[in-house]
């Protein structure tokens, strides 16, 4: 069936860097783009970006330009976030998603991230 | 960005009622909203894009209005499972961005 399974939880010291993987499964990886979300504990959502695994082209949030980079390999369907120069802060549970398109609307299409991998708990703490 | 606000932030009713929470928006989205549900220890789920286009496999208890700046999310008959925190999110600009969630409660 249609899943997005990412890596195992991660703990790191502040400074450090943390790669997250995700990896499709039941569907053209490179169909459509993978998005990447984090959530603090108790918290609401953070967009940080999304790639297209076609071509490997990126759009980063603001607040993370600089500190991410969204890569992926197409011969294992993975798609991987890496972040850097870690704080306290980063502590969250990361998710990735696939933003689809369905048909409608002024742009002639709708977003939406209708497939999610499971989440991965980055522990930042010294 | 755009600055998504939720209301209420919490909510409780009884089972079979019908609630309804508000989606702003801080500038015009036309209609580029959807609505996730997630609960506790899961992964959110899509309900609504599109403002108001239910999507595939998505019960027919939940529908989006709205169109602009105002948005509202829904749910008819209310049942146990529908216990869970509700997001909305705009795509409208290439900065995505969240609401803080509206949390129902089942009576």
């Known amino acids: 069936q249609v899943q997005l399974i990412q890596s195992g939880a991660e703990v790191k010291k502040p400074g450090a860097s943390v790669k997250v993987s995700c990896k499709a499964a039941g569907y053209t990886f490179t169909n459509s783009d993978i998005t990447w979300v984090r959530q603090a504990t108790g918290q609401g959502f953070e967009w940080m970006g999304w790639?297209?695994?076609?071509?490997?082209?990126?759009r980063y949030a603001q607040k993370f330009q600089g500190r991410v980079t969204m890569t992926r390999d197409t011969s294992i369907t993975t798609a991987s976030m890496e972040l850097s120069s870690l704080t306290f802060d980063d502590t969250a549970v990361y998710f990735c998603?696939?933003?689809?398109?369905?048909?409608?609307?002024?742009?002639?299409?709708?977003?939406?991230?209708?497939?999610w991998g499971q989440g991965t708990t980055v522990t930042v703490t010294s | 960005d755009i600055q998504m606000t939720q209301s209420p932030s919490s909510l409780s009713a009884s089972v079979g009622a019908r609630v309804t929470m508000t989606c702003r928006a801080s500038?015009?989205?036309?209609?580029?909203l959807s609505w996730y549900q997630q609960k506790p220890g899961e992964a959110p789920k899509l309900l609504i894009y599109g403002a108001s286009t239910l999507h595939s496999g998505v019960s027919s208890r939940f529908s989006g209005s709205g169109s602009g700046t105002e948005f509202a999310l829904t749910i008819s008959g209310l049942l146990p499972e529908d216990s869970a925190t509700y997001y909305c999110?705009?795509?409208?600009?290439?900065?995505?961005?969240f609401g803080q969630g509206t949390k129902v409660e089942i009576k």
């Open positions: 999110q705009q795509s409208f600009t290439t900065q995505w961005t």
């Open positions: 500038q015009s989205i036309r209609d580029d």
């Open positions: 998603a696939r933003r689809s398109r369905f048909p409608g609307g002024s742009w002639g299409y709708y977003y939406g991230m209708d497939v």
């Open positions: 790639m297209d695994p076609d071509n490997g082209d990126t």
